[in-house]
């Protein structure tokens, strides 16, 4: 019996392209009003909560506009391949951006529970993952849980806490676009392995109030990073 892993799915994605179809077939142009929330919420089968996340990234992008007491209308046309790929590239970044703002809140406790926690053998599987994503030049898509996800978990696992490791499974797909954002960068391979060592220091000396300020330093560099890296394609028109 084979099972795949279930992958991060971006609901915004599939918004898109249904709104695409619609205008495709010539059923929605620019200033036309959108179905209602019920409608639409019944034709993707997701709640309707999920959907006003979906359009609230949409409305940030410009795709759609909100008008009090009219609903929701299209502002505009998918024009070309290249705009649509923008629009996922500008949603994708600010999502890594709230992804990293979320860290801060769940992984600080993650990081103090662990180094209550974690057994030698946790501990063992730490280092190890740390090791193995130190030695790792490059990062292989094919890869399900590849090293930077991989150390991430383990740190999870330490936590005995089957919710908390559930959580970073979550938003496996994200971490690794999160690391794409920042690879170029010179030098930051090495930065990030020193960033995780302090983490797995502090873990090892069972010292929670250290891990906690290790993770806050971690994901305060990768935030700047990001954000850095977003300006300078911004500025190069990438």
């Known amino acids: 019996m084979t099972i795949k892993k279930i ?6 994605e599939d918004v898109i392209e249904q709104i695409e ?27 309707r909560g999920t959907l006003r996340e979906a359009f609230r990234i949409l409305e940030r992008e410009g795709l759609i506009e909100t008008r009090p007491g009219g609903g929701r209308f299209l502002s505009r046309t998918l024009e070309k391949a290249e705009d649509r790929k ?22 600080t406790g993650i990081v103090e529970l662990a180094a209550v ?30 090293p930077d996800q991989a ?32 690879d170029e960068i010179p030098g930051r391979k090495k930065e990030i392995y020193e960033e995780h060592l302090r983490i797995v220091d502090a873990i090892k000396a069972r010292d929670p109030v250290q891990a906690k300020e290790a993770i806050i ?22």
Do not use: C
């Not at 030695?135 to 094919?142: H, L, N, T």
């Open 117 to 146: 926690r974690a057994t030698e053998e946790d501990i063992a599987d730490i280092d190890a993952a740390l090791q193995r994503w130190g030695m790792v030049d490059s990062e292989s898509d094919d890869d399900p849980v590849n």
């Open 151 to 182: 150390f991430h978990l383990s740190i999870a696992k330490a936590t005995h806490n089957v919710v908390l490791v559930n959580l970073i499974d979550l938003h496996m797909d994200l971490l690794r676009k999160t690391r794409q954002k920042t």
């Open 7 to 12: 992958k991060y799915h971006r609901v915004y």
């Open 86 to 107: 923008q629009i996922l590239e500008n949603i994708e970044r600010a999502t890594i951006i709230e992804l990293l703002e979320a860290r801060e809140l769940f992984e």
């Open 217 to 238: 330093f971690h994901l305060h560099q990768v935030r700047g990073h990001v954000l850095r890296n977003t300006a300078v394609l911004s500025e190069t028109g990438e």
């Open 21 to 47: 179809k619609l205008i495709l077939d010539g059923q929605l142009a620019p200033g036309d009003v959108l179905p209602t929330e019920r409608e639409l919420a019944q034709g993707f089968g997701i709640s």
